[in-house]
């Protein structure tokens, strides 16, 4: 295990949980006293990690919701990440990303994210080839998730189409397994298709999960701590977003109640 | 064809040039005096603008070279594209992302893309579906380049795989082709593998291609313009990054007889 894989085991030791808590923060869901502000994304989400950071093992901020204000929304999450290191200065912070890019391309992205925003890990696309891939994972000390089997409808079109007798998914999470050379390397397995995930577990029995789904998505926390685990033990890093930052309820009570209940519901199926 | 490619045909028609001029801003690439400055981006970008949109159909900036500098690179892109529509109003912009993501997510991309930055095209991954692509073209006025045949020796890792009988990216050809309400969906195919290029527009004969790898990355002229061409005669989207922006000789005016010189080189090849 590398540098980012020890401190998520580290984080989940101490907090006993395996939730990641996903940073998307869309304006127009939070409380209307939130709205409105240039600086809401910030105000909003520096409440949810001081209200949730002991019950998580990481935090993952989506790009997407960051871009949509432009640089400004960037200087947001620059901000975010300060506070963050602030409150838990131990806890990793995954950039959901989904990059994926060739060459010096590439390189300039993991510039951004690894040090412009300083991340701990990253999500990125596969399709182009593992030297797309390659180019992130050089940072040996950081975790890098490839998107494998994703938990939205379109995963039919061409993760679940079969090559050579198995689903192109699977052929990812073989391939990442071959060029993990520093065990910094991590699979997102979507928590909605529990036989597939078994598929990618048995082709990658030792590549730690990134799974989102559960929640607003409907995954099974059951199969997905029983297939999320690696088998050197390790459990599967758990991302709900919008079941943690807009329950039903106050806010920000609302936010340490879902994330307490969430990780408590985990906790339940961990042998 | 919508909007974004008709302008695309439109500068194509004025300018007799298929070129795209691939703005992807390496600061240390730079001439000296450019190297140092907060707003090198802008001031290297700007002056190549003024001395090569008269000889390009396209501009497309890669997010990449922005990124890497922050908040504040976003802030050069946001003057870079003003710029771009000052010197040259009808010129297509065309935001080289690669995004791809489910859903909302995808929704808050393609607004940082569209509105924010208001590029008129986008460049997106296919990986997770064409749920993921439907989202950006939901924009029926601008264009959406879908990443097919990449121009990287890691295409061979999942692009190229066989599916039923025939590769990955001729699925994704297809899938795009379906998809394709608003007659506003490309694909991006690279130069340097004219063999498979040709299958790419067996399986599309209607798509548009952008097509990066001449220059620097060696895509031969003659097999692009022969295969880039819809069946309806609309010309491939031919980018050349490197090779307009750090040619051997004087800035800016060695840009300037890169530009005439690949445009004449492609144009040579028209049928």
Do not use: W
């Not at 506070?83 to 890019?101: F, M, N, S, T």
């Not at 459990?235 to 919008?242: A, L, Q, Y």
């Amino acid at each position: 295990m590398n540098k980012f894989f020890k401190s998520i085991e580290e984080n989940y030791n101490a907090k006993g949980s395996c939730l990641c808590v996903g940073l998307d923060p869309e304006v127009a869901k939070m409380p209307e006293r939130f709205r409105g502000s240039r600086t809401a994304i910030f105000d909003f989400l520096s409440i949810v990690v001081e209200r949730t950071h002991d019950l998580a093992c990481a935090f993952k901020p989506n790009m997407a919701f960051f871009e949509s204000s432009g640089p400004e929304g960037l200087v947001q999450l620059q901000r975010l990440i300060g506070h963050i290191r602030e409150v838990d200065p131990g806890i990793p912070i995954i950039l959901d990303a989904k990059r994926g890019d060739i060459g010096n391309t590439a390189k300039h992205y993991a510039k951004a994210i690894f040090e412009v925003f300083a991340a701990d890990g990253i999500t990125v696309s596969p399709y182009m080839g593992a030297d797309t891939v390659e180019t992130f994972a050089a940072y040996s000390d950081k975790g890098i998730f490839a998107l494998c089997l994703t938990s939205n409808p379109g995963y039919l079109d061409f993760e679940n189409r079969d090559t050579g007798g198995e689903p192109l998914f699977i052929a990812v999470a073989r391939r990442m397994a071959e060029i993990d050379r520093a065990g910094n390397i991590g699979l997102v397995v979507g928590a909605t298709h529990p036989s597939e995930a078994e598929k990618v577990r048995a082709a990658a029995p030792d590549l730690p999960f990134l799974m989102p789904g559960i929640g607003a998505q409907g995954g099974d926390p059951s199969a997905i701590m029983r297939i999320g685990m690696t088998a050197s033990g390790l459990p599967p890093i758990v991302n709900s977003s919008r079941g943690i930052l807009f329950p039903e309820g106050e806010f920000p009570a609302a936010c340490r109640t879902a994330a307490l209940e969430t990780r408590d519901l985990l906790n339940k199926y961990i042998r």
